[in-house]
């Protein structure tokens, strides 16, 4: 992209532009446009007829997609939690008509010229509607507003790069800056490799971020979500003031196929599932799905008040 | 390449240090000669260095480890154990030193230089007792006013089953954010390889420096290869590709300076990088002493936030035109 011949005057230059525009959409308080939360490719019935089958990820049975959409991707057989999109949670968790776009929009950028990247990520784009891994915005969640941002799996595995990063980063600073809580329900296998050291650095950039935003009395609320890994769980996923999790979501550092060829053992069953999470006391609570809404909603009126009265 | 030429440089070594055992020997001082000019050649053959090559150099057992830095530039060494909640994690090193009068706290991940140190210390990959101690000795340094400096060396944050079960995620992270905000300079120096968040966990500092052969980057290019390609025998290709070099970074505006290396890396010389190192730390500290503690934080936390900013803008001006 063309940034190796660029002197560091002309990189500082860029830098200071960026900065400028942020510092302006804040004063303007422009920062969210209404949104449709939509899924792309939602089509309950096939052309003729016949009605689409949706097989659950654990018992492996099939389940008209209807029924599996409307229990929220949460298998009616065998319970299991099975991957949801981005819009469809965003639509499960706040009050109709109240989810405002957070703006946000970064460009394409390939540090690596990574061959094919580009297309893959358009393709994506188009595919899920999604700009990218995570979808921002603000909403209100049982009449309380908040700061809500949904990570995606759909979007290559939810992925950290620098746009992702960005996003997430300035969805901290907007809330703190406008005295919002943080609701966050992360899907990522990590870094996302195609974006090379840069997409480390955003770790390093989220978890600033957040930590700036719990400095200033900002609540956050995070939820893990299946899978939530690599340099995801190791930053802003797991620096929450309550951390909620979803049953059988699979929630670590390394993969387990790193873990079992670097120990040379088999590793114990539900290792790294949410529960087993829970009983070595890095969870606060397992919340099923369909509960979701209540329980955060439940958490944002009790940090409704800074001090206590009675 | 580089490997190659590391082998003979081993065995030419190796060779002249049995002659010098050997006094009055004129057939020994000659082929001193001839193996030191051999070298001397050799050397000169390292003169442009491929990423792959540099990473087998970053890691070398030869290069200096965190103990013969401390040694070499600070005074009065007080070594800090355990995180105080479960666990000494040998994989970490550090404690409070004197830097020309100046106490500061150090630390940096410990590999060994041979199997048996190797395996002592996790072959510097650290469980998540790792970096709670070093957030301990960063907590207590900002307590106490003390710059901190840390030596970043690993393969990564150790994938164990223990370390999964005790957070090595969480410890991760909290790394990342307290380190973001505290009131005291940080200065990080990547002196072999920096794999991935295990490398990043002591990273979040105000300057960052890489050794000339010193490599950075968010994976090893062997799991690199494996993740995108599952086939980490991919790991030369993958080398050429992640910019993962200390020039490459210095361009992405990730680190703040390279630290150069004799022909052939740091082992060649190593006393000449210290003192280039010290007069590096003698020159920062100057910098950051001017700055109030609120400063130094808000410097830390712009650092990281805009490190990528003028990438994004470009990519902005370039979809405009």
Redesign the interface.
């Known amino acids: 992209m063309g940034l190796l011949g660029k002197t560091k005057a002309e990189l500082a230059k860029y830098a200071t532009v960026l900065k400028h525009s942020e510092k302006e959409a804040a004063e303007l308080n422009d920062d969210f446009e209404p949104a449709v939360v939509k899924e792309k490719s939602e089509k309950p019935k096939t052309e003729d007829g016949v009605v689409e089958m949706i097989t659950c990820s654990s018992c492996k049975k099939e389940i008209p997609a209807g029924l599996m959409k409307k229990n929220l991707c949460v298998c009616p057989e065998c319970g299991a939690h099975n991957k949801i999109s981005a819009a469809r949670r965003v639509r499960s968790m706040v009050d109709p008509g109240t989810f405002r776009k957070l703006k946000c929009k970064v460009p394409f950028v390939n540090p690596l010229d990574y061959p094919d990247y580009e297309e893959k990520i358009t393709k994506l784009q188009e595919k899920t509607g999604l700009e990218e891994g995570v979808l921002i915005g603000v909403g209100e969640i049982m009449g309380q507003k908040a700061m809500i941002a949904v990570m995606g799996s759909e979007f290559l595995m939810g992925s950290m790069g620098i746009a992702l990063g960005e996003k997430v980063t300035y969805a901290f600073e907007v809330a703190d800056k406008n005295k919002l809580p943080v609701v966050m329900f992360t899907a990522s296998g990590g870094a996302r490799m195609q974006e090379g050291i840069l997409s480390l650095m955003q770790m390093a950039k989220t978890s600033a971020a957040v930590q700036r935003f719990s400095e200033h009395g900002g609540l956050y609320v995070v939820c893990l979500t299946h899978p939530t890994t690599g340099g995801v769980s190791a930053s802003f996923a797991t620096l929450g003031d309550i951390t909620l999790a979803e049953p059988g979501a699979l929630i670590g550092f390394a993969g387990p196929r790193v873990i079992e060829q670097t120990i040379g053992q088999k590793l114990p069953e539900g290792f790294q599932r949410a529960e087993y999470l829970e009983s070595h006391g890095f969870v606060d609570q397992i919340v099923p799905r369909n509960e979701m809404r209540e329980v955060v909603g439940q958490i944002l009126k009790l940090h409704e008040r800074k001090r206590w009265s009675l | 390449m580089m490997r190659e030429i590391d082998e003979k440089l081993r065995a030419i070594d190796t060779e002249i240090e049995e002659l010098s055992a050997k006094t009055d020997d004129y057939a020994a001082d000659v082929r001193v000669k001839e193996l030191k000019s051999e070298k001397k050649k050799l050397l000169r053959q390292c003169e442009n260095l491929t990423p792959a090559d540099k990473v087998y150099l970053a890691r070398s057992i030869k290069r200096p480890k965190v103990d013969d830095y401390i040694n070499a530039l600070f005074d009065d060494f007080f070594i800090q154990r355990g995180d105080f909640l479960s666990k000494e994690d040998k994989s970490i090193y550090g404690g409070i030193a004197s830097f020309h009068g100046t106490p500061v706290t150090v630390l940096g991940h410990r590999k060994g230089r041979n199997i048996n140190e190797n395996m002592e210390f996790n072959f510097g990959m650290p469980e998540p007792e790792g970096y709670r101690k070093a957030l301990r000795m960063m907590k207590q340094a900002e307590k106490f006013g003390r710059p901190i400096i840390t030596f970043i060396d690993t393969p990564g ?5 223990e ?8 410890a ?3 790394n ?3 380190m ?2 505290l009131k005291v300079p940080i200065i990080a120096i990547v002196t072999g390889e920096g794999s ?2 295990g490398a ?2 002591i ?2 500092a105000n300057s960052v420096y890489m050794l000339e052969h010193a490599v ?4 090893s290019p062997e ?2 290869a494996s ?2 390609w599952k086939d980490s025998n991919r790991s030369a290709e993958a080398c050429d ?4 070099t200390a020039q490459d ?1 210095k ?4 680190i703040d300076g390279i630290i150069k290396e004799p022909l052939g890396g740091i082992q060649q010389n190593p006393n000449k990088v210290y003192r280039e190192i010290d007069a590096l730390l003698m020159l920062e500290l100057a910098k950051y002493k001017k700055m109030s503690p609120n400063e130094l934080a808000k410097n ?2 712009d650092k ?16 405009q035109a």
């Open positions: 944050a150790y994938p164990g089953l370390a999964e079960e005790h957070g090595q995620a969480n991760i992270a909290r990342l954010a307290e973001s905000s991935s968040g990043l966990a990273g979040v950075y980057s968010v994976l799991g690199f993740i995108l590709l992640m910019k993962l970074l361009h992405y505006n990730v830390r936390y990281f936030r805009y490190m990528d900013a003028a990438i994004i803008e470009a990519a902005k001006k370039e979809n």
